[in-house]
């Protein structure tokens, strides 16, 4: 069975973490059973050592850095660091389940992997700020004890206005468009990457489509606009053939 390591907030599925999402989904796309622990973001660093998981980063005072996901596979005994190695570790484990990376696409989706954090970039503050209150309070502390230092001010005093929210929110849909002409490109009725067949790529941007709708809000005008406007409905499709790999267990 595999663990996946996960941040858990208020919100009543826990999980609400764009990279973790990435995981999460990859997992369930492959159909294999897991469990989730939650761990809050200020014992990651403590945990994952424990666990013996590999650093992804280096802290500003030089010190290796622990994020999540991780997860642990107790059939291989393998501890995995990092959304895009967990993704390559589930298809060269398990190659007879449903292919992440269909005909060895992987450069393609390192790509992806690598383009896709720019299309969101505008609208990055829009929606990690939104998340300030659904954190339990000691990730929310953590946050505040390691970001406000780095930025000189408030987490409340990054909360961009609404008028700012609004070009940020513009900017943000003008990428996304530059998007849906690359998966247009593809040709009409092709609603994934790779035309018909969903791959990882697809799910990193479904990761980043629900981080963003559990951000806004599901009932909110913006999410409304992104999954139905932007792009003729393009995204809001796209994530409902792919939000049943978002599996909570
Ligand atoms: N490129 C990494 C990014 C992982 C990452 O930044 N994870 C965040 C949660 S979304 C984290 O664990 N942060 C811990 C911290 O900042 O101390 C991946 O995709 O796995």
């Known amino acids: 069975m595999i663990t996946l390591y996960d941040i858990p907030s208020k919100l009543p599925g826990k999980a609400f973490s764009n990279n973790i999402f990435k995981a999460r989904l990859a997992i369930a796309f492959k159909g294999l059973p897991f469990k989730t622990e939650w761990v809050?973001?200020?014992?990651?660093?403590?945990?994952?050592?424990?666990?013996?998981?590999?650093?992804?980063?280096t802290n500003p005072d030089g010190s290796p850095k622990y994020t999540l996901p991780v997860i642990y596979d107790d059939a291989t005994g393998k501890c995995v660091s990092e959304s895009m190695k967990i993704a390559e570790y589930l298809e060269a484990t398990y190659p007879d389940k449903p292919s992440l990376f269909p005909f060895g696409t992987y450069a393609p989706i390192h790509l992806f992997n690598e383009y896709f954090p720019d299309v969101v970039q505008p609208g990055f503050i829009v929606f990690v700020s939104a998340f300030t209150d659904k954190l339990n309070p000691p990730t929310l502390e953590y946050i505040r004890r390691t970001r406000e230092p780095l930025m000189g001010k408030k987490l409340e005093e990054m909360i961009p206005s609404p008028e700012e929210k609004v070009t940020l929110l513009a900017a943000t849909k003008e990428n996304f468009s530059k998007l849906d002409a690359i998966y247009a490109s593809n040709g009409a009725g092709k609603m994934y990457f790779f035309g018909n067949i969903p791959s990882y790529a697809d799910l990193i941007l479904a990761a980043n489509l629900i981080w963003i709708m559990l951000s806004v809000g599901m009932e909110s005008n913006e999410w409304n606009a992104i999954s139905n406007e932007w792009d003729g409905?393009?995204?809001?499709?796209?994530?409902?053939?792919?939000?049943?790999?978002n599996v909570n267990q």
């Open 40 to 57: 809050e973001m200020c014992d990651i660093g403590p945990k994952m050592k424990a666990l013996g998981a590999d650093p992804t980063q």
């Open 233 to 245: 409905g393009r995204w809001g499709t796209l994530l409902k053939t792919l939000e049943k790999y």
